[in-house]
């Protein structure tokens, strides 16, 4: 009997150095540790879902009980009976526990009995506590008890996608990694290698529909490719992507983008009722819309070449397609109040069929626009922010020289506003290793890549 393994299972890195995606500098730490033995009885691993945490602390756990050495080694063989038992799921002196499905406190107070003995075949027992922030009060005082005074053989692994909701008495007695979203550059590429694995052709505009689709996180991205994969004959094309994912086929979308361009509103409502007749979620189409616009987007203000997505869409301009972005993100976010998300959805495209102008500027918040700026389209303060964190995830400098702009939107680039005085800031924002940075934040929140500095008088 052939046993069925899921992809993501499958190609889940088992090792360190085995491909692991895009935390390297958790990586690189904790094999200094492990080589310096400088290990620390509870570590919190934070992140999105999906961003390998859980891959991380069995790795951890095989490379502190690894029986290929006398001590810690900073990779497991993956051969000894210990490193087989985790990777089976079944070693002794690793104990997975999923706080999302067992909050109580019994199990904790079990746990503070049980962390007493040694372990049956390593070095140390470890504890591998996933979602660790659905515990109960209760739960978390009595896992305190236990992290107060740890027995020497024991290490904790709690794993969060939110750790503002872990007890402050908790996290001071951890040693913290914060594991990144994985860019979708990253995810894509992943995705072509594990398509190669499985002997599956990925078309490069596929691959990064489905990284786009799976928000910086690599299990979504990989299952996402295996429901493509079991759809697809031959070739995985966008196209397949799309059917695959039971969406709107492409050229059906590009005519609804098309119809709300021009303002053809009975037009734009016989399509949705189309697409309602096809069983389709208005959530997603809104979704998919949006997907669309910002391929054309990216491809109209030359940070992606090659792609044909978006290309028969006779929306051109970067500030058209940001502000019609702008009016289907709103929607998109309204229609979680609505308990019919066809009424969202014929709302938001009505809304942008009767703005003025070639797409209005009504469809979005009321913002102060000042006379210079009236040529442009501002960044929304929601996107400059999410611009600045990642900057500041970055580089702390670039982030400092860049929080004093003004962001905005003219013919397709974005320009930083300084006050007159600011001449460093204006400097060093242009010098290389800023530059660098704040490049990536751009390409990957507005889709822009060319910046340019000018000062306010
Ligand atoms: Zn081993």
């Not at 958790?26 to 310096?36: H, M």
């Not at 891959?55 to 290929?68: D, Q």
């Not at 709690?158 to 979203?181: G, M, N, V, Y």
């Not at 500030?319 to 109040?337: C, F, H, K, N, W």
């Amino acid at each position: 009997m052939v046993l069925y393994q899921s992809l993501y299972r499958q190609y889940r890195p088992l090792g360190f150095e085995q491909g692991f995606v895009g935390q390297e500098h958790i990586v690189r730490t904790l094999q200094n540790s492990l080589k310096t033995g400088r290990l620390a009885h509870a570590y919190l691993f934070s992140g999105p879902r999906g961003t390998g945490k859980t891959t991380t602390a069995k790795i951890l756990a095989k490379a502190v009980n690894c029986l290929s050495a006398d001590g810690p080694v900073s990779e497991p063989c993956n051969q000894c009976e210990l490193c087989m038992a985790v990777n089976r799921g079944n070693a002794m002196d690793v104990i997975e526990m999923d706080a999302a499905t067992n909050r109580g406190i019994e199990e904790v107070r079990d746990l503070r009995d049980r962390v007493q003995y040694a372990p049956a075949l390593g070095r140390y027992k470890v504890y591998i506590i996933d979602e660790v922030h659905m515990l109960t009060t209760e739960a978390f005082n009595a896992l305190l008890k236990t992290l107060e005074e740890p027995p020497a053989h024991v290490i904790f692994i709690l794993a969060t996608t939110e750790p503002q909701k872990i007890p402050a008495t908790i996290l001071s007695r951890c040693q913290r990694f914060d594991f990144r979203p994985l860019t979708e550059g990253l995810i894509a590429a992943h995705l072509q290698s594990i398509a190669q694995q499985a002997e599956a052709n990925l078309d490069p505009d596929a691959a990064d529909i489905l990284a786009f689709r799976a928000q910086g996180g690599m299990r979504d991205a990989i299952g996402l490719l295996e429901q493509v994969i079991a759809y697809a004959q031959g070739d995985i094309t966008p196209e397949q992507v799309w059917q695959a994912l039971g969406t709107v086929d492409k050229a059906r979308l590009a005519e609804l983008a098309n119809s709300l361009a021009t303002k053809d509103i009975s037009a734009v409502l016989k399509l949705l009722d189309e697409f309602g007749n096809m069983g389709l979620d208005y959530r997603q189409l809104l979704t998919d819309l949006l997907e669309l616009l910002r391929e054309r987007l990216l491809q109209v203000t030359g940070a992606r070449k090659n792609t044909k997505l978006g290309e028969n869409l006779i929306i051109k301009t970067a500030p058209e397609i940001m502000t019609m972005m702008d009016a289907v993100a709103a929607g998109l976010q309204d229609s979680r109040r609505w308990t019919h998300p066809r009424l969202a959805a014929e709302l938001t495209v009505i809304k942008i069929c009767n703005s003025p102008g070639p797409i209005s500027e009504k469809a979005r918040p009321a913002k102060a626009v000042t006379k210079a700026r009236q040529e442009s389209a501002s960044v929304t303060q929601e996107k400059w922010e999410e611009i600045l964190s990642l900057v500041k995830g970055e580089s702390i400098s670039s982030y400092a020289w860049l929080k004093e702009a003004k962001a905005f939107i003219k013919e397709g680039d974005l320009m930083l506003e300084y006050p007159g005085n600011y001449k460093l800031h204006c400097e060093n924002i242009v010098k290389p290793e800023h530059r660098q940075v704040i490049v990536q934040a751009f390409r990957q929140v507005l889709g822009i890549e060319k910046f340019k500095v000018i000062t306010r008088e």
